[in-house]
């Protein structure tokens, strides 16, 4: 059965010892950041705050912050297992003859259960506060020294697009201006920011209506980083993460439809035209994302349950939570990118790569410049898009393993011969690149040279030693205890 809500997967996690309960009085501002940092580079377990400083409200954070904790989210002993689902559905043909059919009816049915279910009301509706509230009721985290305030960091933010009225729900960090009002840190590549600039260039409106969930079941929250295509709705994909539809209710002040089990809704609107200087923020870049303009978010209306849970996160010097979310997003959609590049056996993002700076694939090389047209490809898929160094392999080589990649791939390479260098769109929060979201990029052709690409000297063969010799010195070492 999947969670109906936060409550139901911090349970699941207390009760295989992946929860800690903090009594101690601890502070949001930048002390419960450190408590959860340290605890995330030490494999401890998530923890929820009990009593943070100031308020009664309990945080929970940390939530996704190891592999276990990520299988336990999503409920499979394997995150592979996610990906194998996908690939069956992805492989489905179109049934021959009636006994086909007949066994396509279970699966259709269950294809049938993913989408979003629409209800009249849900535990987030337990308190409506219309007038008399602050969003600085809730312990929300100043994470970091130099921060520009306090950051919801955890946020689903839910937008229509104004062309088709589809649903987005991203996650985009919110900095805190006043009671009612906070920063929406829509980045240029966004889905949520392109719903802005259509409003923005047809004129018909002068807001956009916006809702922002925060504390969800674990499938939900998570569906909410992931990069869709822009028409395919998260909560759809939510429901395909969890075998069961996200229940979902209009909000009260606002044309807009949020998880009904959520534990706060934050409704309003963002007024089309209407900037204020966001940050600094201390990013996954483990570096602070410097000031700029971004919308600016209204709240016009709190739902919450009567006894709410903040659920937030950090983000900083990797490894942290964030990379096992990463991770997982990187096995999961290896099935969609094998789709589009069969070629590709094997991909990896190394934690210090924080996702968008380094990408390590392997190839089953068919054709002279083959490295190069994957690179150029990947460049070209979606939030792939923001990848600064690619370096490809053969499939002989374990991306998965740095240490492999990095010996392969130095001894490999002609750096002229084999780098090249590319201009394009660069993550927003790239500091170094020459101009805020436009740099350059760098693929490395680490694979094996062939005659046909100008290479004619001999190329050697890895150093192995024999099955035979290996097999004799097996029974040797056991003798000498080596």
């Given at each position: 059965?999947?969670?109906?809500?936060?409550?139901?997967?911090?349970?699941?996690?207390?009760?295989?010892?992946?929860?800690?309960?903090?009594?101690?009085?601890?502070?949001?501002?930048?002390?419960?950041?450190e408590?959860?940092?340290?605890?995330?580079?030490?494999?401890?377990?998530?923890?929820?705050?009990?009593?943070?400083?100031?308020?009664?409200?309990?945080?929970?954070?940390?939530?996704?912050?190891?592999?276990?904790?990520?299988?336990?989210?999503?409920?499979?002993?394997?995150?592979?297992?996610?990906?194998?689902?996908?690939?069956?559905?992805?492989?489905?043909?179109?049934?021959?003859?009636?006994?086909g059919?007949?066994?396509?009816?279970?699966?259709?049915?269950?294809?049938?259960?993913?989408?979003?279910?629409?209800?009249?009301?849900?535990?987030?509706?337990?308190?409506?506060?219309?007038?008399?509230?602050?969003?600085?009721?809730?312990?929300?985290?100043?994470?970091?020294?130099?921060?520009?305030?306090?950051?919801?960091?955890?946020?689903?933010?839910?937008?229509?697009?104004?062309?088709?009225?589809?649903?987005?729900?991203?996650?985009?960090r919110?900095?805190?201006?006043?009671?009612r009002?906070?920063?929406?840190?829509?980045?240029?590549?966004?889905?949520?920011?392109?719903?802005?600039?259509?409003?923005?260039?047809?004129?018909?409106?002068?807001r956009?209506?916006?809702?922002v969930?925060?504390?969800?079941?674990?499938?939900?929250?998570?569906?909410?980083?992931?990069?869709?295509?822009?028409?395919?709705?998260e909560?759809?994909?939510?429901?395909?993460?969890?075998?069961?539809?996200?229940?979902?209710?209009?909000?009260?002040?606002?044309?807009?439809?949020?998880?009904?089990?959520?534990?706060?809704?934050?409704?309003?609107?963002?007024?089309?035209?209407?900037?204020?200087?966001?940050?600094?923020?201390?990013?996954?870049t483990?570096?602070?994302s410097?000031?700029?303009?971004?919308?600016?978010?209204?709240?016009?209306?709190?739902?919450?349950?009567?006894?709410?849970?903040?659920?937030?996160?950090?983000?900083?010097?990797?490894?942290?939570?964030?990379?096992?979310?990463?991770?997982?997003?990187?096995r999961?959609?290896?099935?969609?990118?094998?789709?589009?590049?069969?070629?590709?056996?094997?991909?990896?993002?190394?934690?210090?790569?924080?996702?968008?700076?380094?990408m390590?694939?392997?190839?089953?090389?068919?054709?002279?410049?083959?490295?190069?047209?994957?690179?150029?490809?990947?460049?070209?898929?979606?939030?792939?898009?923001?990848?600064?160094?690619?370096?490809?392999?053969?499939?002989?080589?374990?991306?998965?393993?740095?240490?492999?990649?990095?010996?392969?791939?130095?001894?490999?390479?002609?750096?002229?011969?084999?780098?090249?260098?590319?201009?394009?769109?660069?993550?927003?929060?790239?500091?170094?690149?020459?101009?805020?979201?436009?740099?350059?990029?760098?693929?490395?052709?680490?694979?094996?040279?062939?005659?046909?690409?100008?290479?004619?000297?001999?190329?050697?063969?890895?150093?192995?030693?024999?099955?035979?010799?290996k097999?004799?010195?097996?029974?040797?070492?056991?003798?000498?205890?080596?």
């Amino acid at each position: 059965m999947a969670y109906a809500d936060l409550r139901e997967f911090l349970h699941a996690l207390e009760s295989r010892g992946e929860l800690l309960r903090v009594a101690a009085e601890v502070d949001p501002i930048l002390e419960i950041t450190e408590v959860a940092d340290r605890a995330v580079k030490k494999g401890a377990p998530a923890l929820l705050f009990e009593h943070p400083k100031g308020y009664r409200i309990p945080v929970a954070i940390n939530l996704f912050g190891s592999k276990r904790r990520m299988e336990i989210a999503l409920e499979v002993d394997a995150i592979p297992q996610v990906a194998a689902r996908i690939s069956e559905y992805l492989e489905m043909k179109m049934p021959e003859g009636l006994v086909g059919k007949l066994k396509m009816l279970p699966k259709l049915a269950e294809m049938g259960s993913f989408f979003p279910k629409s209800v009249k009301d849900g535990p987030v509706k337990e308190v409506i506060l219309r007038d008399n509230f602050s969003v600085l009721d809730f312990p929300v985290l100043k994470c970091w020294p130099q921060d520009g305030g306090r950051f919801i960091t955890l946020p689903l933010v839910f937008s229509l697009n104004p062309d088709t009225g589809k649903r987005n729900c991203g996650m985009y960090r919110m900095q805190i201006f006043d009671d009612r009002t906070t920063a929406m840190h829509w980045q240029t590549h966004k889905q949520g920011a392109e719903h802005y600039r259509r409003a923005l260039k047809e004129g018909r409106s002068t807001r956009m209506e916006i809702a922002v969930a925060i504390g969800c079941d674990p499938a939900t929250m998570f569906s909410a980083v992931l990069p869709l295509p822009p028409d395919l709705d998260e909560m759809l994909f939510a429901g395909f993460l969890r075998s069961a539809p996200v229940e979902m209710v209009k909000c009260e002040t606002i044309d807009v439809e949020a998880p009904a089990r959520a534990e706060i809704v934050l409704e309003g609107y963002v007024t089309l035209g209407e900037l204020r200087s966001e940050g600094p923020f201390g990013d996954h870049t483990g570096f602070y994302s410097l000031e700029d303009d971004y919308p600016v978010f209204h709240i016009t209306c709190i739902t919450r349950r009567k006894d709410p849970i903040y659920a937030t996160t950090i983000v900083g010097p990797p490894p942290m939570e964030d990379f096992f979310m990463g991770n997982a997003i990187e096995r999961i959609f290896l099935p969609l990118m094998r789709l589009q590049l069969p070629e590709i056996t094997d991909i990896h993002m190394p934690a210090e790569g924080i996702f968008h700076n380094l990408m390590l694939v392997a190839i089953r090389k068919s054709y002279p410049g083959h490295a190069r047209k994957v690179m150029s490809a990947i460049w070209g898929l979606g939030q792939a898009m923001f990848t600064k160094c690619i370096v490809v392999v053969d499939e002989d080589v374990n991306v998965q393993d740095v240490r492999e990649v990095t010996w392969k791939a130095l001894n490999n390479i002609d750096p002229e011969r084999d780098i090249q260098f590319v201009f394009g769109p660069i993550d927003s929060l790239d500091h170094s690149s020459r101009l805020l979201n436009y740099g350059s990029k760098m693929g490395v052709d680490a694979t094996r040279k062939w005659p046909q690409e100008g290479f004619t000297r001999p190329w050697p063969d890895v150093i192995r030693m024999g099955p035979e010799v290996k097999r004799r010195v097996d029974a040797l070492c056991q003798q000498l205890g080596l």
